[in-house]
């Protein structure tokens, strides 16, 4: 068994200051890194230490492994918790930390490698069985490959994606053949600049979709558990912004199945932590397919958190020591239901823009056992312009999802924002729409709406 004797933390923001957070319970030291632009950053102020490695763009602080693995040194940190989003899927960078004799807080870099390219992982996905939609192989700009054809073949409206894409980034939505040979070129010149590779291919649009999760927590041997679902159907530009958990109004065979083919792959790559599988559900076909796999914790892993008491974080950490005594399944059950809201500094009524500045005014509903506010910033403290403009995660419970829902609502209209633009009112918006309350959602629920005028 290892110790974790000082944790270093090559993330920033919100889930920084989560990890810290149990972290401190478990009497563990943090150690986090910062760019020029968060030198004053309250994961930096929270942190026991803190290094700073870079200028604000994050390809030269954030993403710099050897400035991360230098501040391992200096600082004597023997372990690394990726967070989410910037290294969390990099093998390269998880490879590295082991070949330097740390400890890494998360699965082997060989399933890193297998699930984090979304074009590998849906072809492990179909050779186990688990239902994927239809679509293409991956295909590179200097390929010559008949796209329109297989775009035929496989029917419009249809998405390309970027293979080595993740969170909703590098995702287009196509109609028609007119549009499709510039939307592949403008994928590709973006998964190339945003991911190094500009491999894409193409998959059917499940045009009336819901969008379902499964939490899994594997023991690295083979063996796991589900931690049941959650819904995030509520997204802008592929990026969610409601959460949920569990899912609403899921037919029950479709629960148990998604839940099963999550452990199938668990099972195959011997999963170690924890990791989220994700489904589109077919509204129509009254079916689902496998999205893709995170290899990761999930910024909506909270409302998870508040419907099973679980610290996942803490069974992160204990799980890369071996400190994790393996668990069964019908040792949890769900408590009531949780939902999640992400607080945007951004303005909804010009295409959610992103809307940095210094908040002039904070302030959140005090914490109880049934609301829980994650943030990575305090009243004066600026948004930047170089890093997602999230300002908090309000996570609210109740006995039934009519009562989370009302919860989340007084939590809302008890928060004060000032100085930036930001989404309040819009969610509020959303959480009083009839259509919410009856779970008569789709993932193109935000489109539909503002083209109806019902919301800003």
Not at 131 to 141: D, E, I, K, L, T
Not at 153 to 165: F, H, V
Not at 254 to 263: D, P, T
Not at 316 to 335: H, P, Y
Request: glycine share 8%; proline share 5%.
């Amino acid at each position: 068994m290892k110790t974790v004797e000082k944790l270093l933390i090559a993330n920033r923001g919100e889930i920084a200051c989560r990890i810290i957070r149990t972290c401190k319970k478990m009497g563990i030291k943090t150690v986090s890194v910062y760019s020029e632009a968060d030198r004053e950053a309250l994961h930096v102020r929270i942190a026991d230490e803190a290094y700073e490695i870079g200028p604000p763009p994050v390809n030269e602080s954030y993403l710099d492994v050897r400035a991360i693995l230098r501040v391992m040194q200096e600082s004597g940190a023997n372990a690394v918790h990726p967070g989410y989003g910037l290294l969390a899927e990099n093998a390269a960078f998880a490879r590295a930390v082991q070949e330097a004799g740390h400890l890494w807080i998360g699965p082997d870099p060989a399933t890193i490698d297998a699930m984090g390219d979304k074009e590998r992982a849906r072809a492990l996905a179909i050779s186990l069985g688990v239902p994927v939609a239809p679509g293409s192989g991956r295909f590179q700009p200097s390929d010559d490959v008949d796209k329109k054809d297989i775009a035929d073949k496989i029917g419009y409206p249809l998405l390309i994606k970027a293979a080595a894409g993740g969170g909703g980034i590098g995702m287009r939505a196509v109609s028609s053949a007119e549009e499709l040979d510039a939307q592949i070129e403008t994928t590709q010149k973006l998964a190339g600049r945003i991911f190094g590779d500009p491999s894409v291919f193409l998959e059917r649009y499940v045009a009336n979709a819901r969008h379902v999760e499964v939490q899994i927590f594997g023991f690295g041997n083979g063996e796991g558990i589900h931690l049941f679902d959650r819904d995030c159907t509520i997204q802008r530009r592929f990026q969610k912004i409601i959460e949920e958990a569990p899912a609403p109004a899921l037919p029950k065979d479709i629960r148990i199945r998604m839940q099963e083919a999550a452990l199938i792959l668990v099972r195959h790559q011997s999963y170690l932590g924890a990791g989220t599988v994700e489904f589109i559900y077919d509204c129509d076909r009254k079916d689902f397919y496998f999205l893709e796999m995170n290899t990761r914790i999930q910024v909506e892993h909270a409302v998870t958190e508040m419907v099973t008491g679980i610290d996942l974080v803490r069974w992160q950490i204990e799980a890369a020591t071996g400190a994790f005594t393996a668990a069964r399944q019908e040792d949890f059950d769900l408590t009531g239901h949780a939902l999640e809201c992400r607080i945007y500094a951004e303005r909804p009524e010009k295409n959610f823009m992103p809307s940095p500045g210094t908040l002039t005014c904070l302030q959140f509903p005090e914490q109880t056992d049934d609301l829980r506010i994650d943030t990575g910033v305090e009243q004066g403290d600026k948004i930047t312009p170089y890093y997602d403009p999230m300002i908090a995660k309000i996570v609210a419970s109740g006995p039934d999802r009519a009562a989370a829902i009302s919860r989340m609502r007084t939590a809302l209209s008890q928060t004060k924002i000032e100085g930036p633009g930001c989404n309040l009112a819009f969610l509020l918006m959303v959480l009083t729409d009839p259509d919410f309350e009856k779970v008569d959602i789709t993932t193109n629920y935000i489109e539909r709406r503002h083209r109806q005028k019902k919301i800003a």
